[in-house]
């Protein structure tokens, strides 16, 4: 008898509950048809001017180090000749 007392508490915490988000839901539509809160841009429209960094992935760190050592080598040996 005591399992079925204990669902009948919690169904009638539940329902409190509930009836306190529908009166909080209330509430911020009275809120929003009366203008207290401010109508905001859509996401596409905040975020459409900012432009993405170009990530470089690390991959292979050594052999891109090696690379661009052979590459800077190329590149001022024959400054160094001139």
Do not use: C
């Amino acid at each position: 008898m005591e399992e079925s007392h204990s669902h009948n508490d919690q169904a009638k915490n539940l329902r409190r509950r509930m009836k306190e988000d529908k009166s909080v839901l209330q509430e911020v539509s009275q809120e929003r048809s009366s203008g207290l809160i401010y109508n905001l841009p859509s996401r596409s429209e905040v975020h459409r001017g900012k432009s993405t960094k170009v990530k470089w992935k690390i991959k292979y760190p050594f052999i891109r180090l090696l690379v661009f050592l052979f590459v800077g080598l190329i590149v001022l040996l024959p400054l160094y000749f001139l």
